[in-house]
């Protein structure tokens, strides 16, 4: 139950599953194909943390869901991102940017020791 | 990812999370089942696309997916408010154990309602009675100012009147002082039967003193105080619902009390006459007010010298003092007053002063008792949740493998906890429920005992702040409770507790010690109870075995007061009152010939009844009446020496020739002529008060009217026609039933006078058993208390007993294989539960040792040290741990050795 444990990637799956969902309202199973599709199969996300994480996400007011008929007439739960949703990626991508490009930096770092 | 001004940290979402976890778990529990079937149709579907047969698409889908269980675990953590839908679940699951167990769930909840029933009970006595605040404006600054008597050693006697203006004129300490005096009166309504009512007199500095306002209208002026001022009265507000409605337009209007109009001026709240019935019951003798709960008319008391010199003392004074004093200091300067009045005047001969707190004169009596009580309440308790503790410590022993398997499975130590602790509330908060009704139930048993000296008794009941302790006292018990186990599943190894049976193993005989100990714990606490009850049954026993002077048993009493208006009280032509003296003797004649009545009498004051006391003289031996105590004096019809049984020691009785036309004589009473004669003979001597002498014709033993355990004052008996009272006690011997001859004796006395109210119709047994006040109540309830622990302990050791006995079948089955008998096997199991008892009841009898000093002050004619009860508790209590031993033991006995030896 505790929010925090192993942040770095819970974390990671949450930006993702924001930022799939914040482009159109889309099922746990769309977001699955997406991200498999979106990363060219690098990532394998683990199907099953995909659903307590959209909980999670719901819960913190970030996502919201209800339910559609898809095009082949079944019903599925759609989630969409909110408002405080939307403000978060924004604020996420921008820390991950500068997260990443540190990273970058270290890892393709080629110059003596100072 | 959180942080502050994240929507769901803020109390409300958390709050809304909860509910919707509560209440809506099984509706998105649903959604989430759905939702996964739908995930894992399509990725079935595109598996089959891929050419997969359809079960192995379905369980390649599955598989990636994760276990379904786990997933619908962890969605629903994730949904966040879990533990309180577990909670649901845990309640859900207790329930259905404790259905499981019905024995143990009844036996627990049972006792747990005994031990907090009991508490309830008492606590809402004590919030009634102690822990309300006192209706009166900063009650700490009250206190009563008593007048003493050096010759008597009395030191709560009520004021003359001229002491109480003198008092009031001269003290600078008390900022204003009251005069109060308890009557009774008569209410005649417009239609029905005349009314008793209990009535006080009071000055107009009464209510502005004590800080009480009229409701409605006003209180007493100060023009209404004074002799002649006008007849009016003021209503109790539970008098004026009860008989007018609470009709607002009643102020203004006319009620008669005791056939004088009197006009309504205002009505007072309920509890303004808080501390008035104790500081009657409080004095050493009073007027012939007894407090009949609360006062429903209140009269100004228009008093004067010429009325009530100085040498009566019927008023009792009531002072607040100023700010800037304290008691100590009011009292040097009140016995200063006190001095000089002395000096000034013959009749304060060794009269003092005594100035002692409301607080105290009204609380001093009963407040130890129910702190006595509630010490005893609280043991009871204490020895229920022993019993319960035991239960719990068997069940859990039993439970152990349950708890094995679920922490096998995965149930954290905290889980399994609570689930106790949720089980152990379920039944605690059931006992306080049930207790709650018991407690109703004994509330109003007890009220029936609650003596005279209990303020405040209307005021006892079940409230909100005694539900909330009751409440309270539940959940803390069960919390207790649920450690227990929790405690004991701690201890648990899963690993030995599935493998195997464990039988006898080293935790058993851990567990059995523990519980053997919690046996003779309990034992002992209630010995130490029942033997403070034994000491107060014994003293109570031997109060009514003293020989009181007079024979209750097979009396009749009635009593009246006489109206001024048709009985007129002429005293210069004292005691020739024909009005009175009519009524009186037809009154005798009519009962006297009722079938079955074997005698009557009339008496100012019943046996038990402590009437009033004069100064007098002894003629010729006028100077030594200084250092003299009062005399009681008791006007009686010559009929009370044959009714009451009195003993006549020298002389003779009083005789209906005794008349006002012939001599005036006396009786004195056998403490009188120790008192004032010695070894001078009394007979022929002549006694002088309200101005006539009378000549001694008699002795007579004593009657103790002051109750059986108080020693008999001095006294003097006057003939009814030599000395007419103004109120009565009708007494009437008969071999009738009491129900039967009271509704006679109210058709006599109605037949005599429709507009007289009759009061206190009872047997003089039942007044004599009220007469034990406080004594009666304590040991009542204590008694009480006492047979629930033992009762409770007894249980306790049955409980035990029997587990012991069912964990040894088998070795009692190989010692009998091997050609022991049934006796021997039987005898084996005896012996533990005595040796129990005796442990438990030799820690008992020392503790009661140092406990019994709390009731030491209830005892009478035992020390608490008497050997006599300490043995019978003893014995008691031994008896009845062997016959709880009983059952186990024929158990034992019945032990069939092929089926203890097969039993594997």
């Excluded at chain 1, 995909?50 to 898809?70: I, Q």
């Excluded at chain 2, 949904?79 to 329930?95: K, T």
């Excluded at chain 2, 038990?608 to 008791?634: H, K, Q, Y």
Aim: charge should be positive; glycine fraction near 10%; include cysteine.
């Amino acid at each position: 139950m505790n929010e925090e444990r192993g942040s770095m990637l819970q974390g990671t799956l949450e930006l993702l599953i924001l930022k799939i969902v914040s482009l159109e309202p889309i099922h746990g199973w769309g977001i699955t194909l997406r991200m498999e599709q979106m990363s060219s199969n690098v990532f394998l996300v683990n199907q099953g943390s995909l659903y307590p994480a959209l909980e999670r996400l719901t819960r913190r007011g970030w996502l919201r869901s209800e339910w559609r008929t898809t095009e082949s007439n079944r019903r599925a739960r759609y989630y969409e991102v909110t408002a405080p949703g939307r403000r978060r990626l924004a604020t996420e991508l921008e820390g991950w940017q500068r997260s990443s490009s540190a990273v970058n930096a270290i890892l393709s770092w080629s110059g003596a020791l100072p | 990812m959180t942080r502050p001004g994240d929507p769901s940290r803020g109390l409300a979402a958390r709050v809304i999370v909860w509910l919707r976890a509560a209440f809506g778990g099984a509706q998105a529990d649903r959604e989430h089942q759905e939702e996964i079937r739908f995930h894992l149709d399509m990725a079935a579907a595109r598996l089959e696309g891929q050419g997969v047969p359809s079960p192995e698409a379905r369980r390649r889908a599955a598989i990636a997916l994760g276990g379904a269980a786990q997933l619908r675990e962890a969605a629903a953590d994730a949904r966040g408010g879990r533990w309180l839908a577990d909670l649901g679940r845990d309640a859900r699951y207790a329930v259905r154990q404790l259905r499981h167990a019905r024995g143990f769930t009844a036996v627990s909840v049972l006792t747990l309602a005994l031990g907090i029933g009991a508490n309830t009970a008492l606590f809402s006595v004590i919030d009634g009675v102690l822990l309300r605040p006192i209706p009166f404006r900063a009650p700490d600054r009250l206190a009563v100012l008593w007048e003493t008597d050096r010759t008597s050693g009395t030191t709560r006697e009520p004021a003359s009147w001229p002491d109480y203006v003198d008092f009031s004129r001269e003290t600078r300490t008390f900022g204003t002082l009251a005069a109060v005096t308890g009557l009774e009166s008569s209410y005649t309504p417009p239609s029905g039967e005349p009314q008793r009512l209990s009535t006080m007199a009071v000055t107009h500095t009464f209510f502005p003193l004590v800080g009480v306002n009229a409701m409605r209208g006003r209180t007493f002026t100060p023009e209404e105080d004074v002799p002649g001022g006008a007849q009016v009265v003021l209503l109790g507000e539970r008098f004026w619902r009860a008989r007018f409605n609470a009709d607002p337009s009643v102020i203004g209007q006319t009620i008669r009390l005791d056939e004088v109009p009197r006009q309504v001026v205002g009505i007072v709240p309920a509890g303004s006459d808080f501390g008035l019935d104790q500081l009657h019951a409080r004095a050493d003798y009073h007027g012939p007010y007894s407090g009949v709960g609360d006062v429903a008319v209140w009269l100004p008391l228009q008093g004067s010298e010429r009325e009530y010199p100085r040498d009566t003392h019927p008023f009792f004074v009531i002072g607040r003092l100023t700010d800037a004093t304290t008691r100590a200091l009011a009292s040097d300067e009140m016995v200063g007053i006190a001095d000089r009045l002395e000096r000034e005047y013959r009749s304060n001969t060794a009269r003092g002063v005594h100035v002692e707190s409301l607080r105290d004169v009204v609380f001093a009596p009963v407040r130890p008792v129910l702190y006595l009580l509630l010490g005893a309440v609280a043991l009871v308790l204490l020895v229920a949740c022993v019993n319960v503790a035991n239960l719990f410590l068997a069940r859990g022993a039993a439970r152990m493998r349950e708890v094995a398997v679920r922490s096998a499975l995965g149930a954290s130590f905290a889980r399994l906890g609570r689930q106790f602790v949720v089980e152990a509330l379920l039944l605690s908060v059931a006992g306080g429920a049930a207790g709650v009704a018991l407690a109703w139930l004994g509330l109003r048993t007890l009220l029936v005992f609650a003596p005279a000296e209990l303020p405040r008794v209307d005021e006892i009941g079940i409230n909100t702040s005694v539900l909330l302790a009751t409440l309270g006292v539940s959940l803390l018990v069960g919390l207790v409770f649920g450690l227990v186990p929790t405690m004991q599943a701690l201890r648990v190894d899963v690993n030995e507790t599935l493998k195997g049976e464990t039988r006898g193993g080293s935790p058993g005989i851990r567990r059995r010690r523990l519980r053997e100990w919690l046996v003779v714990s309990e034992l002992a606490l209630s010995v130490t109870l029942v033997l403070c009850a034994g000491l107060l049954v014994r003293s109570v026993s031997l109060v009514l075995h003293v020989d009181p002077g007079f024979k209750a048993a097979g009396v009749l009493k009635a009593e009246f007061t006489l109206p001024q208006g048709r009985y007129p009280r002429d005293y210069r032509r004292y005691p020739v009152w024909p009005a009175t003296q009519a009524f009186t003797t037809t009154l005798l004649q009519r009962v006297s010939s009722l079938p079955g009545v074997q005698s009557a009498a009339l008496a100012a004051a019943h046996p038990l009844d402590a009437g009033f006391t004069n100064s007098f003289v002894v003629v010729g031996r006028e100077s030594e009446a200084r250092d003299w105590p009062e005399i009681s004096v008791r006007q009686v019809s010559p009929g009370y020496f044959p009714t009451m049984e009195t003993r006549l020691r020298r002389g003779r009785l009083l005789q209906d020739g005794d008349d006002a036309a012939s001599p005036l004589v006396v009786v004195i009473n056998d403490a009188a002529v120790a008192r004032y004669f010695g070894d001078r003979d009394p007979l022929g001597q002549e006694i002088r008060f309200w101005g006539m002498s009378r000549r001694i014709v008699g002795v007579i033993g004593d009657e103790h009217f002051r109750g059986p355990a108080s020693p008999a004052p001095p006294a003097v008996y006057a003939a009814l026609a030599q000395a007419p009272p103004t109120s009565g006690a009708l007494l009437v011997r008969s071999s009738r039933e009491p129900e039967d001859l009271s509704s006679e004796i109210r058709r006599v006395i109605g037949s005599l006078d429709p507009q007289l109210a009759v009061y206190g119709i009872e047997p003089l047994s039942t007044t004599l058993l009220d007469s034990l006040g406080t004594r009666r109540f304590a040991t009542f309830v204590l008694g009480a208390f006492a047979v629930l622990t033992l009762l409770l302990a007894l249980v306790g050791i049955h409980g035990v007993l029997s587990y012991a006995t069912s964990q040894r079948t088998r070795e009692i089955g190989i010692r009998m294989a091997l050609g022991a008998t049934r006796r021997e096997a039987a005898g084996s199991v005896v012996r533990g539960g005595v040796f129990l008892a005796l442990l438990g009841t030799m820690i008992g009898l020392a503790g009661a040792a140092g406990a019994s000093r709390f009731v030491s002050g209830l005892l009478f004619g035992v020390t608490r040290s008497d050997p006599v009860t300490y043995l019978a508790v003893a014995a008691l209590v031994l008896l009845a741990a062997v016959t709880a031993t009983a059952v186990p033991a024929l158990r034992a006995a019945r032990v069939l050795p092929t089926e203890a030896l097969r039993l594997e």
